[in-house]
C-alpha cells in the first residue's frame, strides 16, 4: 500500500501552517519519502502536527529548484545531515520570475539551502529512475508534444534568457499516482515521458501543482482534452493550479476533480 500527504500546500483544511510552497509525504511499503520542502516557514511545523517522526523519513526528491519547493531544505538537513537528496541537474541554477505586472523576484534556491546542498548527500538524476520500492522519478521530462508549457521564467533579471526549467520532474508511483511539484514541463509532456518510461503503469489519479494559473484557454482547452482521453478517475490539483484553471477543468472533465490542502492523505 501506498499512502500520499499532503504536509505543505497554499491551502489547509487541518488549521496547519499555510504557504505558497508544496510538500508531499509518500509512504511506499513502509519507506517514506519527502517530495519538496515548501517555501522554509511551514515544513518543520506541519510535519510535527501531523505527527511525523523526522527519523522515518529516508529520502528527499526535489520536483526543481524553485524557492517555494526548496526553501525548508536548510532546516530539514540541518535535521537529517543523512537525508539521500535526488534532483536533475539545473536545480541550483540561479533564476527570475518576471511578471509583465509585478517587479522582477529571483525565484532560486535560497543561499543558505544552496549551502546545505552542497554538504548534502545528492543523487543527481538524469533519467526515469527507481527511488525506492513502488515510486519512480521522472528525471527530466523531454518537451516532445508542442504543448504550451511556458511562463514568465527567465534565467536573468534583463529577460534575455527564457528559463526552460530543464530540471522540473514528477514522481510516478507504481501504483498509478503521478505527483508532480509544478509540472513546469506540462502535465502532457510529463505524462507521455511516464508513458514511455513504464509502460506497464496505468496513471488513473494525479496530485500536485500543474501550474495552470496563467494558462490561455487554447492550453487549458488542450491540457483538458488530453486529461479526459486518459481515463482518469481523481484529479487533486494543488498549489500553483490556480483556482480559476481547477473550477474550469472541473466543468470541463468527468473525473473527481479536487482541490488539494495540506494535511490531506490518500491512500493507494
Ligand atoms: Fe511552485
Ligand atoms: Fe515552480
Not at 99 to 104: A, G, L, Q, S
Not at 124 to 145: D, H, K, V, Y
Not at 207 to 227: K, N, S
Amino acid at each position: 500500500m501506498c499512502t500520499v500527504r499532503i504536509v505543505v500546500d497554499n491551502q489547509t483544511r487541518r488549521g496547519l501552517a499555510v504557504e505558497h510552497g508544496f510538500t508531499v509525504l509518500l509512504d511506499s511499503h513502509g519507506e517514506q519519502l519527502l517530495l519538496d520542502t515548501g517555501a522554509g516557514a511551514a515544513l518543520m511545523d506541519n510535519l510535527a502536527s501531523l505527527g511525523v517522526e523526522l527519523g522515518s523519513i529516508k529520502r528527499l526528491v526535489l520536483s526543481h529548484g524553485h524557492w517555494d519547493h526548496t526553501g525548508g531544505l536548510a532546516e530539514l538537513l540541518a535535521a537529517l545531515p543523512d537525508l539521500p537528496v535526488f534532483a536533475a541537474p539545473g536545480v541550483l541554477q540561479e533564476r527570475f520570475s518576471c511578471h509583465p505586472e509585478r517587479p522582477v523576484r529571483d525565484v532560486s534556491m535560497p543561499a543558505e539551502c544552496r549551502r546545505a546542498y552542497a554538504a548534502a548527500r545528492v543523487h543527481e538524476l538524469t533519467g526515469f529512475t527507481p527511488i525506492c520500492p513502488g515510486i519512480f522519478a521522472t528525471g527530466p521530462i523531454p518537451r516532445l508534444s508542442g504543448e504550451d508549457c511556458g511562463g514568465p521564467f527567465y534565467l536573468d533579471a534583463a529577460k534575455e534568457q527564457p528559463d526552460p526549467l530543464v530540471d522540473d520532474q514528477s514522481l510516478l508511483l507504481a501504483a498509478g499516482v503521478l505527483i508532480p511539484g509544478c509540472c513546469h514541463s506540462g502535465i502532457i509532456n510529463t505524462l507521455e515521458h511516464c508513458r514511455r518510461c513504464a509502460p506497464g503503469v496505468k496513471i488513473h489519479t494525479i496530485i500536485g501543482g500543474l501550474h495552470l494559473v496563467h494558462a490561455d484557454q487554447e492550453r487549458l482547452e488542450r491540457t483538458a482534452a488530453y486529461l479526459q482521453q486518459l481515463g482518469l478517475r481523481r484529479l487533486v490539483a494543488c498549489h500553483c493550479t490556480g483556482e480559476e484553471a481547477i473550477a474550469w477543468l472541473r466543468d470541463r472533465l468527468s473525473c473527481e476533480v479536487l482541490t488539494g490542502a495540506s494535511g490531506d492523505l490518500y491512500e493507494y
